[in-house]
């Protein structure tokens, strides 16, 4: 990595040059995760961009990768109501983004000038930049792409024109995590289903549209309260408070309508604007329409979808193994499935109704491929048990015998009963330890830790039968993968950063990003698959890096699919619209039960590889792919943001009652009020110590992680 210039001196006023192009003008600010400057670019007519620098350490090879490919994702959008994002590169330790300039500053700015001036903005206004805003998060739905952190200080404004910024900055930061959005600054956006850790999704974005709606109208958040509890309390208990007087019934109903508290009865953005006080607007805005038009042109909508769905492929593989079970009801693109969240219809037919592509069909067969084999495996476990019962009555016998000295007529040692427990993994030379990973294939009735040995003896045993030296037939894939050197240790090897990352998130951040429509599916209806439940376990003992049960980094994905590729590897299985034949159906399929065999013993050991190396899981990997770096860049960023609001003394004396206060030491746990009229004592307005808490909220994170 290049050695990068100190820190302060990228803030200083000498021009400085980056990418041999960006020529720095001015700082504009700094948020959570950087510092944004006013550039010029020298090879596009010195038009003015903002640059954005991220300070993010020691970036391994693949993390940059990562990021590098959620930046190419948002490049791709282009919709007058979405800041452009121009370019992204890695300058010493500094991830740098390159957007549009919006020379109207951001939205909050704007609403505390319009505060400050003691004016207010009028209903046609408010209406014009709502929709403004519908019709961009609905080009971005449309794309399959959720915002997730839509906040009045990520709209920019442009021409008087509103623009929808940041574009999953936290994300790329953070790592794709409900986490990313919950503790990026504020929680007034946020909905309830995210703050009841219910998944975020499409409808979340619209409600916290609502929310803006509501801030433009009042000036005010539509969630108050004291403190970081008490918002949260209202957003997921409180009904949303009506739009002031002055402004229409027909207003406050669209304002009602996007803050519904249930995300499934919560209209998507399209339907908003079908709401019919929107839509006779809409018809007078033709200047907004005509620009907007351009871009939901569904046509157009459906090719950029499947080219931001070609570049995310690595990780659109979750979505592709997740998608038959999904229900997308808010997603518009013309290949986007609608199942009802179990197998069933006519082969080849979701039970939604909709045909299901040939890629689809393939993956269901293979899931279900892998359940059979589950079944087998767990039928063949039993016969194993009964077989142990009666040997172990025998053992225990021998057992008794080997303790009596011979001259009583015992063995002496035990030697008999060691042999016969220890199962040997034939190219380690070292025994297994028996593991519960096989649980997810039991339910609960069957818990039985004998059953899971077994099976877990069966696995191993299948596994040496075919990786045994002078075992006939062609090898597998799984000796072909160990040959080529890709060993459970090069798995875990590969996500040093990210591991268990997913620990703290919810099913539904995995089709955020391609994939996030609305409605959530019932995971408990989906048939068990040894493949998610092998990697359930491993999210809840080991440190491979899986989310939701598929791999979640590109490079973890390949190694894990790579296989597939081997005969999936044709071009057109990129795109999911591709019909392929029944007949290449059938040949694949063959393949796929080999395939999933070796794949599940693969994980086997990895997890018994990994299981045994690394157990602990760390909360530093919630924060995704930067880790501890970033949150300590963003807890040092808001320490700053604290000072700005309070000033240095204010801030000091604050912080150390409320850290006080929330630790309890005092004795008693105060209430929410106490700690606020405490707080009155050093801050004229204790509303201001809201990020205090949070600051409070990092650290204690940081503390516990280290
Ligand atoms: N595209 C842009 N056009 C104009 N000003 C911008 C643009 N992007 C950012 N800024 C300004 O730069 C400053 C810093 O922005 P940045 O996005 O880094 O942090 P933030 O929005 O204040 O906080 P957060 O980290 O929560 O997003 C803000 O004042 C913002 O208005």
Not at 14 to 32: P, Q
Not at 193 to 201: A, F
Not at 454 to 464: D, G, L
Not at 585 to 599: R, S
Request: proline residues 4%; negative net charge.
């Amino acid at each position: 990595m290049a050695p990068s210039r100190p820190t302060k001196d990228r803030e200083t006023k000498e021009a400085r040059v980056l990418a041999n192009r960006y020529e720095i003008v001015k700082k504009l600010g700094s948020g959570n995760f950087g510092t944004a400057f006013l550039c010029k670019d020298r090879k596009c007519n010195n038009e003015f961009k903002v640059l954005k620098e991220i300070s993010v350490g020691d970036l391994q090879p693949d993390e940059t990768v990562d990021a590098m490919h959620e930046a190419r994702l948002l490049s791709k959008l282009n919709h007058p109501g979405i800041v452009k994002f121009h370019d992204s590169f890695i300058d010493g330790e500094f991830f740098c983004i390159v957007t549009e300039y919006c020379e109207g500053g951001d939205l909050d700015h704007k609403i505390t000038d319009v505060k400050k001036s003691g004016k207010s903005i009028d209903e046609k206004t408010v209406l014009s930049w709502t929709i403004q805003l519908l019709l961009a998060v609905q080009y971005m739905h449309s794309r399959r792409v959720l915002h997730r952190d839509l906040k009045t200080r990520n709209i920019f404004i442009r021409n008087n024109r509103m623009k929808i910024g940041d574009f999953g900055i936290s994300r790329i930061l953070m790592g794709t995590t409900d986490m990313a959005s919950t503790f990026t600054g504020t929680p007034y956006y946020m909905s309830p289903e995210v703050l009841k850790h219910e998944g975020y999704n499409s409808k979340s974005d619209v409600w916290s549209i609502g929310c803006i709606m509501f801030e433009l109208c009042t000036l005010e958040h539509a969630f108050m309260g004291q403190g970081l509890m008490a918002v949260m309390y209202k957003i997921v208990e409180k009904d949303a408070p009506d739009l002031p007087s002055k402004y229409s019934k027909n207003l406050n109903e669209v304002f009602k309508n996007m803050l519904i508290k249930e995300p499934e009865k919560r209209p998507s953005a399209t339907e908003v604007l079908k709401l019919p006080y929107i839509s006779q607007s809409l018809a007078k805005m033709k200047d907004v329409i005509a620009e907007g038009k351009q871009s939901i042109n569904e046509e157009e909508a459906n090719r950029e979808a499947s080219e931001l769905a070609k570049l995310l492929r690595e990780k659109s593989h979750l979505d592709d193994l997740r998608s038959p079970y999904e229900t997308m009801e808010d997603m518009e693109s013309s290949h986007t499935l609608t199942v009802g969240g179990k197998w069933g219809g006519e082969e080849g037919v979701a039970s939604g109704g909709k045909k299901l592509t040939a890629r689809e069909r393939l993956r269901i067969k293979k899931m279900q491929e892998a359940d059979k084999r589950a079944q087998d495996l767990k039928q063949a476990a039993k016969v194993q048990l009964v077989e142990n019962t009666e040997r172990r009555e025998k053992l225990k016998m021998s057992l008794e015998k080997s303790t009596l000295p011979a001259w009583k007529g015992g063995y002496g040692e035990g030697t008999i009963l060691k042999e016969a427990i220890t199962v040997r993994d034939p190219r380690k030379e070292k025994p297994y330890k028996p593991k519960d990973y096989l649980e997810g294939y039991l339910s609960s009735d069957e818990e039985d830790e004998e059953l899971k040995t077994v099976m877990h003896q069966t696995v191993i045993r299948r596994h040496s039968e075919r990786t045994l030296p002078n075992h006939s037939g062609t090898p597998d894939r799984l000796t072909q993968s160990l040959s080529r050197g890709v060993t459970p240790r090069t798995l875990t090897e590969h996500t040093p950063n990210t591991l268990s990352m997913t620990v703290k998130q919810q099913p539904h951040h995995l089709h955020s990003t391609l994939g996030g429509g609305g409605g959530m599916r019932n995971l408990d209806e989906r048939p068990i698959t040894p493949m998610k439940d092998l990697m359930v376990y491993d999210r809840e003992h080991s440190s491979l890096d899986f989310k939701d049960g598929v791999p979640d980094t590109a490079d973890l994905a390949n190694t894990f699919y790579g296989q597939y590729d081997d005969f999936e590897n044709d071009e057109d299985s990129d795109n999911a619209d591709i019909v392929v034949g029944a007949h290449a159906d059938v040949e694949e399929n063959t393949l796929v039960k080999d395939d999933q065999e070796a794949l599940m013993d693969y994980l086997a050991m990895a997890l018994e590889k990994s299981s045994a190396e690394s157990t602990v899981v760390s909360d530093d990997t919630v924060l995704g792919p930067f880790g501890p770096h970033a949150r300590d860049t963003k807890i040092k960023n808001i320490r700053g943001e604290c000072i700005k609001i309070l000033g240095e003394a204010d801030f000091q004396k604050a912080y150390k009652y409320l850290r006080e206060a929330r630790s309890g030491k005092e004795g008693k746990e105060k209430s929410e009020k106490e700690i606020m009229e405490g707080l009155r004592k050093f801050v004229k307005n204790p509303s201001d110590c809201f990020m205090v808490d949070q600051l409070l909220f990092l650290e204690d994170q940081a503390k516990m992680a280290s």
